[in-house]
């Protein structure tokens, strides 16, 4: 359970880090989350560095094949 919480309070940091609440909200939201601990504010940081690789492009990489097979599958459905 305590598990779980933690987890919680970090997705609710990384979305409020992002942008996605106003910033009144945001520090509200944080300064609740902060209460549970170093925990929470690893995958905090964690989170928010996936998160910002993943805007960057940093695992583009990995998703390719999948597009690519989904591509060749569309064209031998054409083709026939």
Known sequence: MKLLVHLLGAW?????ASGR??????I?????VSRLGAPTAALTVAGY????LNEAGAFDRLR???RRAEAKAGRLAKAE
């Open 12 to 16: 609710v940091s990384v979305e409020a």
């Open 21 to 26: 609440y106003p910033r009144p909200l945001a």
């Open 28 to 32: 509200g939201l944080t300064m609740l």
């Open 49 to 52: 560095a996936l998160k910002r």
């Open 64 to 66: 390719k094949p999948a």
